[in-house]
């Protein structure tokens, strides 16, 4: 189902605007653009949603449960004079995944960009983790990458122009305690995003990969404090990262002034890996 929230008059007209390189940029260089954001409702996912708006793209994102949250977010998207759709649909279906790309572009035009956020934890050492437990972080976090890449990107290639940008994570550059499923899944994406790359650049699409740090998110309000302080320790920085600092490395991918960078994995982690 596509949830859409207010009947869109307290919005401007909209102009297709024809998709065309730009030779420069403004505040609003996404303008024209249709973002799909997997995950959208929440963290850093709805964060992304928000930040591609202040650029002027429309923004389509799925959600699972949270459906009061999906319409919060919609409304701040809208509020920022672009057009918004929250498509319930989970990424480990093809059938929903389907629909979601279908219902996007009937709603606002083709899909040029994607963001791949939609991503879980079930965090046990290896010998107490279950073969549940690594199921269910493959599929959403493997299987739904080739869902959603896989039917959005032929609207990028009839185009000749997109952005796919993946949300990966540090721990898939240097593993983490009682990570190893998510780890595993974090280091796919990772080489996903480079193979893809290879394979597109030609088309006219760049293929990148965000990797947070440890980010100030719901997944991170879970942890003890005891343990969120070591966190802060050994990161230079001194803090956790934002929502919004990961989004402004996903909008910066997404923009015409990365249009020179395909197939790269950028660090956004407070140094924590130097």
Same mark, same amino acid.
């Given at each position: 189902?596509?949830?859409?929230?207010?009947?869109?008059?307290?919005?401007?007209?909209?102009?297709?605007?024809?998709?065309?390189?730009?030779?420069?940029?403004? !505040?609003?260089?996404?303008?024209?653009?249709?973002?799909?954001?997997?995950?959208?409702?929440?963290?850093?996912?709805?964060?992304?949603?928000?930040?591609?708006?202040?650029?002027?793209?429309?923004?389509?994102?799925?959600?699972?449960?949270?459906?009061?949250?999906?319409?919060?977010?919609?409304?701040?998207?809208?509020?920022?004079?672009?057009?918004?759709?929250?498509?319930?649909?989970?990424?480990?279906?093809?059938?929903?995944?389907?629909?979601?790309?279908?219902?996007?572009?009937?709603?606002?035009?083709?899909?040029?960009?994607?963001?791949?956020?939609?991503?879980?934890?079930?965090?046990?050492?290896?010998?107490?983790?279950?073969?549940?437990?690594?199921?269910?972080? !493959?599929?959403?976090?493997?299987?739904?990458?080739?869902?959603?890449?896989?039917?959005?990107?032929?609207?990028?290639?009839?185009?000749?122009?997109?952005?796919?940008?993946?949300?990966?994570?540090?721990?898939?550059?240097?593993?983490?305690?009682?990570?190893?499923?998510?780890?595993?899944?974090?280091?796919?994406?990772?080489?996903?995003?480079?193979?893809?790359?290879?394979?597109?650049?030609?088309?006219?699409?760049?293929?990148?990969?965000?990797?947070?740090?440890?980010?100030?998110?719901?997944?991170?309000?879970?942890?003890?404090?005891?343990?969120?302080?070591?966190?802060?320790?050994?990161?230079?920085?001194?803090?956790?990262?934002?929502?919004?600092?990961?989004?402004?490395?996903?909008?910066?991918?997404?923009?015409?002034?990365?249009?020179?960078?395909?197939?790269?994995?950028?660090?956004?982690?407070?140094?924590?890996?130097?």
């Amino acid at each position: 189902m596509v949830l859409t929230v207010g009947d869109g008059s307290c919005l401007p007209a909209y102009r297709r605007l024809k998709l065309k390189k730009e030779k420069g940029f403004t !505040m609003k260089e996404l303008q024209g653009k249709v973002c799909l954001v997997t995950g959208g409702a929440r963290g850093i996912g709805s964060a992304i949603a928000l930040a591609m708006a202040d650029l002027g793209a429309d923004v389509v994102f799925n959600y699972q449960t949270s459906r009061e949250r999906a319409e919060e977010v919609c409304r701040s998207v809208q509020g920022k004079g672009v057009r918004c759709h929250a498509v319930a649909a989970n990424v480990t279906s093809e059938e929903d995944v389907n629909r979601l790309v279908q219902e996007t572009q009937d709603a606002l035009g083709p899909i040029s960009i994607l963001v791949n956020n939609a991503g879980i934890t079930r965090d046990r050492t290896f010998l107490k983790m279950t073969k549940a437990m690594w199921d269910e972080v !493959m599929h959403v976090n493997l299987d739904g990458l080739f869902n959603v890449t896989h039917a959005a990107l032929p609207s990028m290639i009839n185009l000749g122009w997109g952005r796919i940008i993946n949300i990966s994570s540090f721990v898939g550059l240097t593993g983490n305690f009682g990570q190893t499923n998510y780890a595993a899944t974090k280091g796919g994406i990772n080489s996903f995003t480079m193979t893809l790359a290879r394979e597109v650049a030609r088309k006219g699409i760049t293929v990148n990969a965000v990797a947070p740090g440890f980010t100030d998110t719901d997944m991170a309000k879970a942890v003890p404090a005891a343990a969120l302080d070591q966190i802060k320790a050994i990161t230079p920085i001194g803090r956790l990262g934002t929502p919004e600092e990961i989004a402004h490395a996903v909008t910066f991918l997404a923009s015409p002034r990365a249009s020179y960078i395909t197939g790269h994995v950028l660090s956004v982690n407070g140094g924590i890996l130097m």
